[in-house]
C-alpha cells in the first residue's frame, strides 16, 4: 500500500472516531435537549462518598448549550491525565463552576449522606450564576427545594452537565489527598485518595487514625 493510501486511511480511521465520540456527546445530551427551554442547567455530583478518610467533594457546572468537550464521561471512567485535560477545558468553557466539601469531622457528626448534600448545596452557592434547573446525580437535595431538580440515575455517564461535574469534584478532591499526603506520611493517600485500598487499613492499623480519617468508617480497623 502507497504511503498516500496509508495516510488517507489513518485520517478516516481518525474522522470515524471522532465520528463515533461525537455520537456518543450527542446521546449524553438528551436529558439537556429534553429542558433545553431553560437558560441554566447545573450537573452536580460527589466525590468521595467511600474513602476512609479526607472530606467528601461535590460540583456544579453549567455549560454552554453549545459546549462541545470531547471525551467528557464519569470521571471514575477516564484517566487521570484525562480528567486533568478534561478539568482545564470544563473551567474554561463553562458558564459557571462551583465546589463544596465537608471535611471528615463534619460526616462524623451528620454521617455521610447529609454530609454530601451539604457539600452539593456549598458547590451550588459558589456559582457565579444562579441555576434554572438541577442534574442531580442519584439525589434530590432538600437544602435547594426552591430550584428544578432532575434526579437521574449514573447521571455522571448519562448527562454532559453531571460529568462536568464529576471531573471538577475528582481532580479538586484528588488534588487535595496528594497535599494532605505530605502533611501526613505513611498513609499513601496521594494514591489511594483514602479510600480504604490493602495498604492504607494496614497503615493504619500500624499507624492508628490521623486527624482527616473518618472515625464512623474506620471502627473495624482500629
Given at each position: 500500500?502507497?504511503?498516500g493510501?496509508k495516510?488517507?486511511e489513518?485520517?478516516a480511521?481518525?474522522e470515524?472516531r471522532l465520528?463515533a465520540?461525537?455520537?456518543?456527546l450527542y446521546e449524553m445530551r438528551?436529558?439537556?435537549?429534553?429542558?433545553?427551554?431553560?437558560?441554566?442547567i447545573c450537573?452536580?455530583?460527589?466525590v468521595?462518598r467511600?474513602p476512609?478518610?479526607?472530606p467528601?467533594y461535590a460540583?456544579?457546572?453549567i455549560?454552554?448549550?453549545?459546549?462541545?468537550?470531547?471525551?467528557?464521561?464519569?470521571s471514575?471512567?477516564l484517566?487521570e491525565?484525562?480528567?486533568?485535560?478534561?478539568?482545564?477545558?470544563?473551567?474554561?468553557?463553562?458558564?459557571a463552576?462551583?465546589?463544596?466539601?465537608v471535611?471528615?469531622?463534619?460526616?462524623?457528626?451528620?454521617?455521610?449522606?447529609?454530609?454530601?448534600?451539604?457539600a452539593m448545596?456549598?458547590?451550588?452557592s459558589?456559582?457565579?450564576?444562579?441555576p434554572?434547573?438541577?442534574?442531580?446525580?442519584?439525589l434530590?437535595?432538600?437544602?435547594?427545594?426552591?430550584?428544578?431538580?432532575v434526579?437521574i440515575i449514573?447521571?455522571d455517564?448519562?448527562s454532559v452537565?453531571?460529568?462536568?461535574?464529576?471531573?471538577?469534584?475528582?481532580?479538586?478532591?484528588?488534588?487535595?489527598?496528594?497535599?494532605?499526603d505530605?502533611?501526613?506520611?505513611?498513609y499513601?493517600?496521594?494514591r489511594?485518595?483514602?479510600?480504604g485500598?490493602k495498604?492504607?487499613i494496614?497503615a493504619?492499623?500500624?499507624l492508628?487514625?490521623?486527624?482527616i480519617h473518618?472515625?464512623?468508617?474506620i471502627?473495624?480497623?482500629?
Amino acid at each position: 500500500m502507497a504511503c498516500g493510501e496509508k495516510a488517507a486511511e489513518r485520517i478516516a480511521r481518525r474522522e470515524e472516531r471522532l465520528a463515533a465520540e461525537r455520537a456518543r456527546l450527542y446521546e449524553m445530551r438528551s436529558f439537556e435537549r429534553a429542558h433545553e427551554e431553560m437558560a441554566c442547567i447545573c450537573g452536580i455530583d460527589e466525590v468521595g462518598r467511600g474513602p476512609l478518610a479526607g472530606p467528601v467533594y461535590a460540583g456544579a457546572v453549567i455549560l454552554p448549550a453549545d459546549a462541545e468537550i470531547l471525551y467528557l464521561n464519569d470521571s471514575k471512567k477516564l484517566t487521570e491525565k484525562r480528567r486533568e485535560q478534561l478539568n482545564q477545558e470544563i473551567r474554561e468553557k463553562a458558564v459557571a463552576v462551583g465546589i463544596g466539601a465537608v471535611e471528615a469531622a463534619r460526616i462524623d457528626e451528620i454521617g455521610i449522606v447529609p454530609a454530601t448534600l451539604e457539600a452539593m448545596t456549598q458547590a451550588v452557592s459558589e456559582l457565579s450564576v444562579a441555576p434554572d434547573l438541577l442534574f442531580v446525580d442519584a439525589l434530590r437535595i432538600p437544602q435547594l427545594a426552591q430550584i428544578p431538580q432532575v434526579s437521574i440515575i449514573k447521571g455522571d455517564a448519562k448527562s454532559v452537565s453531571i460529568a462536568a461535574a464529576s471531573i471538577v469534584a475528582k481532580v479538586a478532591r484528588d488534588r487535595l489527598m496528594m497535599e494532605l499526603d505530605e502533611q501526613y506520611p505513611g498513609y499513601g493517600f496521594a494514591r489511594n485518595k483514602g479510600y480504604g485500598t490493602k495498604e492504607h487499613i494496614e497503615a493504619l492499623k500500624r499507624l492508628g487514625p490521623c486527624p482527616i480519617h473518618r472515625r464512623s468508617f474506620i471502627t473495624h480497623f482500629i
